[in-house]
Nanobody, 128 residues
Framework: QMQLIESGGGLVQAGGSLRLSCAAS????????VGWFRQAPGKEREFVAA????????YYADSVKGRFTISRDNAKNTVYLQMNSLKPEDTAVYYC?????????????????????WGQGTQVTVSS
């Protein structure tokens, strides 16, 4: 089993920054690729970013490329999502998810079904 807990969400003005954290416990986290997804009210859950177990490989949705950075500290069992130049359309509940036991990013890392452990989510609200 693996437990994931997100933190760092909040209310920020457009153009501002937030850093989300995803802390893991349980199974070996460093062996697992991790993704961030988000879901806005009335919309489907969408992929944001993913990172391999080593942290050397990353993958971003076009909508956040150049503004968001995913990273990890395996010594702390934590993955981060640094969000800069935030826009009102970034408003959503943000979830982290682990593809447990899969060290590398899958070709389908942008699909939610590739991940088997999920956190409870953290709300990010960007005001205009």
């Amino acid at each position: 089993q693996m437990q994931l807990i997100e933190s760092g969400g909040g209310l920020v003005q457009a153009g501002g920054s937030l850093r989300l954290s995803c802390a893991a416990s349980g199974r070996t986290f460093s062996d697992s690729a991790v993704g961030w997804f988000r879901q806005a009210p009335g919309k489907e859950r969408e992929f944001v970013a993913a990172i391999s177990g080593s942290g050397y490989s990353t993958y971003y949705a076009d909508s956040v490329k150049g503004r968001f950075t995913i990273s990890r500290d395996n010594a702390k069992n934590t993955v981060y999502l640094q969000m800069n130049s935030l826009k009102p359309e970034d408003t959503a509940v943000y979830y982290c998810a682990a593809d447990s036991g899969n060290y590398y990013l899958r070709p389908g890392a942008h699909y939610a079904y590739e991940y088997d452990y999920w956190g409870q989510g953290t709300q990010v609200t960007v005001s205009s």
